[in-house]
């Protein structure tokens, strides 16, 4: 059984940086089109970055290329999300998606493809 669990969500500052975390396990983690997701209050899950399946290849939702990165440790089993220059309106729940089936290369940047996902991590951006 796959299970995705984040870690390093909270409350910063405009401006401000965090660093997400998601540990997987069960599964071959290197087989896995890796994603993060966020849903802010009353809106629909939005896409915000993919890496392949070796970390060679990622992309990012709009407005969030040059300040948001992920990567990913195929050893440990981990990707992460490096959020900098934090506006309020990043504030949602992140969420952290694996695609196990899709070509691979094809990243997908729809909620639809993905196959597991973790329970989020609240980030909250306050002025």
């Known amino acids: 059984q796959v299970q995705l669990v984040e870690s390093g969500g909270g409350l910063v500052q405009t401006g401000g940086s965090l660093s997400l975390s998601c540990a997987v396990s069960?599964?071959?983690?290197?087989?896995?089109?890796m994603a993060w997701f966020r849903q802010g209050p009353g809106k629909e899950r939005e896409f915000v970055a993919v890496i392949d399946r070796s970390g060679g290849n990622r992309y990012y939702g709009d407005y969030m290329e040059g300040r948001f990165t992920i990567s990913r440790d195929n050893a440990k089993k981990t990707v992460a999300l490096q959020m900098n220059n934090l506006k309020s309106e990043d504030t949602a729940v992140y969420y952290c998606?694996?695609?196990?089936?899709?070509?691979?290369?094809?990243?997908?940047?729809?909620?639809?493809?993905?196959?597991?996902w973790g329970q989020g991590t609240q980030v909250t951006v306050s002025s």
């Open positions: 998606a694996a695609d196990s089936n899709s070509p691979a290369d094809r990243l997908n940047v729809t909620p639809d493809p993905y196959d597991y």
């Open positions: 069960g599964g071959t983690f290197s087989s896995f089109v």
